[in-house]
Each structure stands twice: as C-alpha cells, then as structure tokens.
C-alpha cells in the first residue's frame, strides 16, 4: 500500500536500429553508384545501386514518420520557421529531404542515359549528402553525454563504415557473376569490414575501462542475451568472420564473397541493434 515502481524505459526503440540499418544501406549504395564514375568496372551496378537506394530512402522516412505519434509532423521538416537549428535532428532532417531530391535529380539524369559531366556532378553532390545520413545518425547518439558507448566521437565514423560496409555487401550480392565488379566490391568491403572491427576494439577499449556507468555497459553489451547478439553475431560472425573469409582463397569466389556479403549485413544489423538499444539497458536498472 503506497508503494511506488518507477519503470525506467528506453528513449530508442528498437524500430530505430531497423531505420539504422536500411538508411546505412541506402547511404552506402549512393557511394556506390558514384564510385561507378570513378571505378569503371562497377559501371553496370550505377544505376541498380542508385534506384535500391532511393527505394531504400522511402522505407527510412516511411519508419520515421511512422514513429510519429502524430505523423502528419513530418511536414514540419518543410518549414524552415519551424525547425530548431540547434538540434541535429533538424540537420538530420534537412539532410534527408536534401538527399531525396538530389536523388531524383540523379534518376531522372540517369534514367535520359545523361552520360555528361552535369550528371557526374549531380552524383558527387548525392554522394556527399548520402555521407552525411550516417554522419547524422553517429552524432545523433554522440551528443546523449551521460550515455556510454554513444557518447564518443569516433561513433559517426564507425556508422561511415557500416554504411560503406553494408553498400558493399548489397552491390556484391547485386553484381552476381560481374568478375570485374566482384574483384573492386571484395576490396570495398573487406577494408570496410576491418575499419568497422577496429573502431569496435577502440569502443569497447575505452568502455571497459572507463568508469562504473562504462564498465556496467560493457557487462551488458558482452553478457547474455545482448552479449550474443554483439558479441556472437555482430562482432565474430559479422565482422571477424567475414574478413577472415575474405582474406582467404575462397573470399575472392564468387560464393565466398557473396557468403561475406550476407555476413556482413546480418552483422551490421545485429551491430546497430545492440549499439542502440545496450547502452540504453543500464537506465532500466535503477
């Protein structure tokens, strides 16, 4: 009688690893379809890349809206008068409708089979707002100063590598028995893969050691249910496994490399997934 349960709960749900996970695909095609205008063995993957990842696009905002609970805000993001420029939400905002247009701009050049240097513009400026999706998406976590793991600035470069990771995992499964595109899509993700390997051991470096609050976050994130899902699945058989695989005879096949593939975006996913939702456990503990 009287008594009192305050029941702590997660700011982030889990719906947003899932739009982690779909805009980092989405933002690491667009890098793809422009590194066709650098790299012509990935030519024939321009255009597929470019529309999975304008397709990719509308399922991100479709999520984001639908978090909403009143989903007709979205059309906030429309009015400059409206948003707050101090929050990097409404950066992140302006930086996804940006990326849309540039998009359709991209599609509709590409779609005339406009070869030209105006078309190779409108893709570097594509590119260049796609880099800013998982940018934004790092930062967004970055700022949150009381929250371990997030708050740290090398967690947009880490969501960069996933990005370029994931991109890459989709094009090689995308580029089938294209050997000249395989051969630059095995490099792409194998050191893409690494980078992401890296910057986890820094991360988890850091946290371990750091102080209760880091090394109780470092107990759930390598503990349990959560400890498999990072550990287990996201680090050994999402990253190390594949870039094991990749550096052995059978990675440069067709079938290796397309197994590495679906490692890695089964990785990613699980990564993202536990990024978001493991640091935000220790809150529901006390």
């Given at each position: 009688?009287?008594d009192y349960?305050?029941?702590?709960?997660?700011?982030?749900?889990?719906?947003y690893?899932?739009?982690?996970?779909v805009i980092?695909?989405?933002?690491?095609?667009?890098?793809l379809s422009?590194?066709?205008?650098i790299?012509?063995a990935?030519?024939p993957?321009?255009?597929?890349?470019?529309?999975l990842?304008?397709?990719l696009?509308?399922?991100g905002?479709?999520?984001?809206?639908?978090?909403?609970?009143?989903?007709?805000?979205?059309?906030n993001?429309?009015?400059p008068?409206?948003?707050?420029?101090?929050?990097?939400l409404?950066?992140?905002?302006?930086n996804?409708?940006a990326f849309?247009?540039a998009?359709?701009?991209y599609?509709?050049?590409?779609?005339?089979?406009?070869?030209?240097?105006r078309?190779?513009?409108?893709a570097t400026?594509?590119?260049?707002?796609?880099?800013g999706?998982?940018?934004?998406?790092?930062y967004?976590?970055?700022?949150?100063?009381s929250?371990?793991?997030?708050?740290t600035?090398?967690?947009p470069?880490?969501f960069?590598?996933?990005?370029?990771a994931?991109?890459?995992?989709?094009?090689?499964?995308?580029a089938g028995?294209?050997e000249a595109a395989?051969?630059?899509?095995?490099?792409?993700?194998l050191?893409?893969?690494?980078?992401v390997g890296v910057?986890l051991?820094?991360?988890?470096?850091?946290?371990?050691?750091g102080?209760?609050?880091?090394?109780?976050?470092?107990?759930?994130?390598?503990?349990?249910?959560?400890?498999?899902?990072?550990?287990g699945?996201?680090i050994?058989?999402?990253?190390?496994?594949?870039?094991?695989?990749l550096l052995a005879?059978?990675?440069?096949?067709?079938s290796?490399?397309?197994?590495s593939?679906?490692?890695?975006?089964v990785?990613?996913a699980?990564l993202?997934?536990?990024l978001?939702?493991?640091?935000?456990?220790?809150q529901?503990l006390?």
């Amino acid at each position: 009688m009287g008594d009192y349960v305050w029941f702590h709960d997660v700011s982030w749900h889990a719906s947003y690893a899932i739009y982690f996970f779909v805009i980092g695909i989405c933002s690491g095609l667009a890098f793809l379809s422009y590194g066709s205008w650098i790299t012509p063995a990935l030519r024939p993957l321009r255009e597929k890349a470019a529309y999975l990842s304008f397709a990719l696009l509308a399922v991100g905002g479709v999520l984001l809206i639908a978090d909403l609970s009143q989903p007709m805000r979205f059309l906030n993001v429309l009015n400059p008068a409206y948003l707050n420029f101090t929050s990097p939400l409404a950066w992140g905002s302006l930086n996804i409708v940006a990326f849309g247009i540039a998009s359709v701009l991209y599609l509709m050049a590409l779609k005339k089979g406009d070869e030209t240097p105006r078309t190779k513009l409108i893709a570097t400026v594509t590119a260049l707002l796609a880099l800013g999706l998982p940018v934004y998406t790092g930062y967004d976590l970055t700022v949150h100063q009381s929250r371990p793991i997030w708050n740290t600035p090398v967690m947009p470069v880490l969501f960069v590598a996933l990005a370029i990771a994931s991109g890459s995992a989709v094009g090689s499964l995308v580029a089938g028995g294209n050997e000249a595109a395989r051969k630059v899509l095995h490099q792409y993700l194998l050191w893409s893969t690494a980078a992401v390997g890296v910057i986890l051991v820094s991360i988890l470096g850091t946290t371990n050691y750091g102080g209760a609050a880091s090394e109780l976050t470092f107990v759930i994130l390598t503990t349990g249910t959560m400890g498999l899902i990072f550990v287990g699945i996201g680090i050994l058989a999402g990253t190390a496994a594949p870039v094991a695989l990749l550096l052995a005879p059978v990675g440069h096949k067709q079938s290796g490399l397309m197994l590495s593939a679906l490692l890695v975006l089964v990785g990613s996913a699980a990564l993202r997934y536990a990024l978001l939702m493991g640091p935000q456990q220790l809150q529901t503990l006390y």
